[in-house]
């Protein structure tokens, strides 16, 4: 029997997801909802890797991913006047896409155009099964729509949406990213406090007009006070503005309620801390204000003991945020959208079943994936005077940087280690392209 599905979330892995159940059983009736008017677009650089890749080519995106690659050539840490102190160079990719693309075997892409072009192929695969099958495909997306209350019996979810209505669904998605409210409403107070693990790091990011001097180089600066700035620029017409502030007590719990407040109030709390920063701090918080494009977060990971709750699962950073600076964020959701799909395939649509195996292939994935440098809790960042521990500073930008990666590709070619994970298979899903994994 097809399942009818509600996906609450169209950012990075409900249009994945949505897509995916398509492919591998067109009758399911598959509903996504978005809190947002209209697709939402926004948000900085994105990392699609490992096994993002054999996904994204299953699903025939990888040349428009690649299309969409932003093109980076190198990295500066500079000091407070712009002085590049080190400098790592990337050799440029001879051909456009494909010479440094198959050398790290990484795409970096907006997440914009990452949504975008998921989003357009699950309305593509609409069409192509009206086109095939002499039917309208069972897809609708909603935006400006929210999930009010959950009511769950054996055999089913009642949704009550936020414009009054109530339907049922077989199978409830939450893929609505790091603060879940269908999360919360699915499990227990308890489990829900529980599961956030801060790195008491908050991040903004947003993007200002490229000016002459912004070259494409990344450029890295650590100013005091546990101020971290970075911006990318790349191919784009547009430079990406990073701000991070790491561990400071103080800010940390100021920061906390920052994010609830509204959009202008956050911002005058982030031109607060970075308007003496240094460097070019100044027209980085001048263009704050104007930019429509603001994304703030406390940094921090998922861990939950259940993927589940009865008929509700959950996806991507809501279940498991693995937080920016593994970059592993967006490449987990596809995996987990793969590994969904399959499983429900596998078991003939029984979702009890089918939510079990879910979690249980996601956990070596997941403990691969979520693993940080010196793990979660590791005060990365020390927070006394910059100049003395530099090194550290730096080490440790390298590392989350993948700088590493970029120092080997400029001393030569040395192949990506192997992942020793590999996907489970779904025969004759075609959901990835089993040729060339
Ligand atoms: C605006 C934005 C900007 C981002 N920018 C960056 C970035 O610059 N760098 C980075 O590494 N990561 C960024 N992220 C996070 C990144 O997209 C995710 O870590 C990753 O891609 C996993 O995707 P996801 O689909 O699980 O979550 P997300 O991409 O966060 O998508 C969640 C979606 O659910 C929607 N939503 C939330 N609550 C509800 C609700 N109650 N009902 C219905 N819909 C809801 C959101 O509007 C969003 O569209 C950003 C996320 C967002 C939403
Ligand atoms: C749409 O879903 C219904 C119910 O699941 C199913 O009967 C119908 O065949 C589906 N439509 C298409 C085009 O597959
Ligand atoms: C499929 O979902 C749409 C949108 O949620 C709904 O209007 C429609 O009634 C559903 N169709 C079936 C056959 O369940
Ligand atoms: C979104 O929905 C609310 C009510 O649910 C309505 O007042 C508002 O006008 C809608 N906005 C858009 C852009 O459709
Ligand atoms: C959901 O709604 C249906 C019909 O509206 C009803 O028969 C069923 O009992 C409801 N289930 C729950 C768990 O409330």
Redesign the pocket.
């Known amino acids: 029997m097809?399942l009818?599905i509600l996906i609450i979330g169209a950012g990075c892995a409900g249009p994945a997801l949505a897509l995916m159940l398509q492919k591998s059983d067109?009758?399911?009736?598959v509903t996504v909802i978005e809190r947002f008017p209209s697709l939402r677009t926004g948000g900085q650089q994105l990392d699609l890797k490992s096994q993002g890749i054999p996904i994204a080519r299953g699903m025939g995106l990888l040349d428009a991913l690649k299309a969409a690659c932003v093109h980076e050539t190198g990295m500066k840490l500079v000091d407070h006047n712009g002085k590049a102190l080190m400098q790592f160079g990337v050799k440029p990719a001879k051909e456009h896409g494909t010479h440094g693309l198959g050398l790290t075997n990484e795409y970096e892409i907006m997440r914009g155009d990452m949504v975008k072009v998921f989003y357009d192929a699950s309305i593509a695969e609409r069409q192509k099964?009206?086109e095939d099958?002499g039917?309208?495909?069972?897809l609708t997306y909603k935006f400006n729509t929210t999930a009010t209350h959950l009511d769950q019996s054996e055999d089913g979810v009642n949704v009550t949406f936020s414009d009054g209505q109530i339907q049922q669904f077989d199978l409830v998605v939450a893929a609505d990213g790091q603060n879940s409210r269908t999360r919360r409403m699915a499990f227990s107070n308890d489990v829900n406090a529980q599961c956030f693990k801060t790195l008491g790091v908050h991040a903004a990011y947003y993007d200002i007009p490229r000016v002459e001097s912004d070259d494409s180089d990344a450029h890295i600066y650590f100013a005091p006070g546990s101020r971290m700035v970075m911006t990318r620029t790349g191919d784009r017409p547009i430079t990406q503005v990073y701000l991070f502030i790491m561990k400071d007590k103080a800010r940390h719990e100021h920061f906390k309620s920052v994010h609830k407040l509204p959009l202008e109030k956050q911002k005058e709390a982030w031109i607060e801390v970075f308007h003496d920063a240094g460097w070019e701090c100044g027209r980085f918080v001048e263009g704050m204000k104007t930019t429509d494009d603001f994304y703030a977060h406390e940094v921090g990971q998922v861990h939950m003991p259940q993927l589940y709750s009865g008929r509700v699962v959950l996806l991507g950073d809501s279940g498991y945020c693995p937080s920016p600076f593994t970059g592993m964020g967006t490449t987990l959701s596809f995996i987990g959208s793969y590994i969904l799909t399959g499983e429900l395939a596998k078991h003939g649509n029984d979702v009890g079943s089918a939510l079990q195996a879910y979690h249980d292939q996601m956990q070596t994935p997941l403990e691969k994936y979520q693993r940080m440098a010196g793990g979660a809790e590791t005060n990365f960042y020390p927070s006394s005077q910059l100049g003395i521990t530099v090194t550290n500073h730096v080490l440790w930008v390298l590392s989350s940087l993948k700088i590493d990666k970029l120092m080997m590709w400029v001393g030569g070619w040395v192949p990506e280690s192997k992942d020793g994970w590999e996907l489970p298979m779904y025969t004759g899903l075609s959901l990835r392209d089993e040729s060339k994994v």
């Open positions: 097809p009818s067109p009758r399911h009736n099964i009206k099958r039917q309208e495909g069972n």
